[in-house]
């Protein structure tokens, strides 16, 4: 007669591992503009240099953290893909982020310009130059919003815990809001 013990099931394809960038700020720039026109700039300049930018979450507008009187904080999450290891992108991040007039100085100030490396295929470094995944994004709603918006299925590299989860677990003290009207254009279908 027939085996009749349950058979395990396939597992599921794992996801495909994600580079994710997060990008905020609250000044203008004198050349490009608002933070929306800047922050677009931006990511337009990493594209030039051969970083393509394959997701990109709409724009979210959050209280800067920890809370100040500076301008609320302009914030989105992008998936890019590279040929440059971790060292190599963040190095052209910061470049980018000195291009647009991005200044270095006291922890949490304004600035026209922050791109964050979140995660990297889920690698961990800890070097003093680079920390992955990025040290405080399961604390940030700022991040972990847009990033559950185009990665729902992502998991902290350390943790195992999604988005989501992550955001669930996050006291209520961090307003972050979704900007209508501010979303990333859906890509055209591809003709099979």
């Known amino acids: 007669m027939g085996d009749d013990r349950p058979r395990p099931r396939p597992l599921d394809p794992p996801l495909p591992p994600l580079i994710l960038i997060g990008i905020g ?77 991005r200044v270095r100085g006291v922890r949490n100030a304004p600035r026209i310009v922050d791109l964050d490396l979140l995660d990297y295929r889920g690698r961990q470094v800890a070097s003093p130059q680079l920390i992955l995944p990025h040290p405080r994004l399961h604390q940030r709603r700022f991040v972990l919003e847009p990033l559950g918006e185009i990665a729902p299925d992502w998991r902290h590299p350390l943790s195992g815990r999604s988005a989501g989860q992550l955001l669930a677990g996050l006291a209520g003290e961090q307003p972050v809001e979704r900007l209508p009207g501010c979303n990333p254009p859906r890509p055209e279908p591809t003709p099979s």
Do not use: K
């Open 25 to 101: 700020g609250n000044l203008a720039s004198p050349r490009w503009g608002p933070p929306q026109e800047t922050l677009a700039a931006a990511l337009a300049a990493l594209e030039q240099a051969g970083v393509a930018i394959t997701a990109r979450s709409a724009w979210y507008r959050s209280e800067p953290v920890p809370r100040s009187d500076q301008p609320w904080f302009l914030n989105a999450v992008a998936a890019v893909e590279t040929g440059l290891e971790p060292g190599d992108l963040l190095a052209l991040m910061q470049r980018v982020e000195t291009r647009f007039g």
